[in-house]
Nanobody
Framework: QMQLMESGGGSVQTGGSLSLSCVVS????????MAWFRQAPGKEREGVAF??????NYADFVRGRFTIPAGSGEPTSHLQMNSLKPEDTATYYC??????????????????WGQGTQVTVSP
């Protein structure tokens, strides 16, 4: 049974850094895609970063600040978040898709989700 477990959330001040991790267990797929999403209260879940076969992609609002480190993938995916802003405050989720995706920021592309970890950035 596939399970995803995020960790590493917390509270920081503007300009601070956090590193999130997502441990994947029970993976039986040979090819997969992984992504990080976030959801703030009252807002839709939005794609933050994506990785497949070592290739990464980022939402414009985090490009240059957030990074999926080289070598990140199964069983553990990481998201390094630097220069954090108050608008980055949200619950962050990792997502797993059993194959390729057409639109990486589309929540429907992913089969499995973690429970989420809270990130709070204060002014």
């Amino acid at each position: 049974q596939m399970q995803l477990m995020e960790s590493g959330g917390g509270s920081v001040q503007t300009g601070g850094s956090l590193s999130l991790s997502c441990v994947v267990s029970g993976n039986t797929y040979r090819q997969w895609s992984m992504a990080w999403f976030r959801q703030a209260p009252g807002k839709e879940r939005e794609g933050v970063a994506f990785i497949r076969d070592g290739d990464t992609n980022y939402a414009d609002f985090v490009r240059g600040r957030f990074t999926i480190p080289a070598g990140s993938g199964e069983p553990t995916s990481h998201l390094q978040m630097n220069s954090l802003k108050p608008e980055d405050t949200a619950t962050y989720y990792c997502a797993f898709g059993d194959g390729g995706v057409e639109i990486w920021g589309d929540v429907d592309e992913y089969n499995y989700w973690g429970q989420g970890t809270q990130v709070t950035v204060s002014p």
